[in-house]
């Protein structure tokens, strides 16, 4: 169930929403995966943000 798998992967992720640091340094190693094959699609874009703004962080700052 891909939507299950999302969810319990964003609960497991949440967990560093408290170490801000942590949390961009996820958020810049998934940027850079999602541009790791020259393709980086609105999806990927959009998962990322979804991701950042369960960690806390400003989506719209997200430098993709």
């Given amino acids: 169930d891909p939507d ?3 969810s319990r992967i964003l609960r ?3 967990k560093i929403a408290e170490d801000q ?3 961009a ?3 810049r190693i998934c940027v ?8 980086f699609v609105e999806n ?4 990322i943000r979804q991701l950042a703004a ?3 962080l400003d989506p719209a700052r997200i430098d993709m």
């Fill in 4 to 6: 299950g798998e999302k």
């Fill in 12 to 14: 497991i992720v949440s």
């Fill in 21 to 23: 640091q942590a949390a």
């Fill in 25 to 27: 340094i996820l958020i």
């Fill in 32 to 39: 850079a995966v999602g541009k790791s094959d020259g393709n």
């Fill in 44 to 47: 990927e874009k959009a998962a």
């Fill in 54 to 56: 369960r960690l806390g």
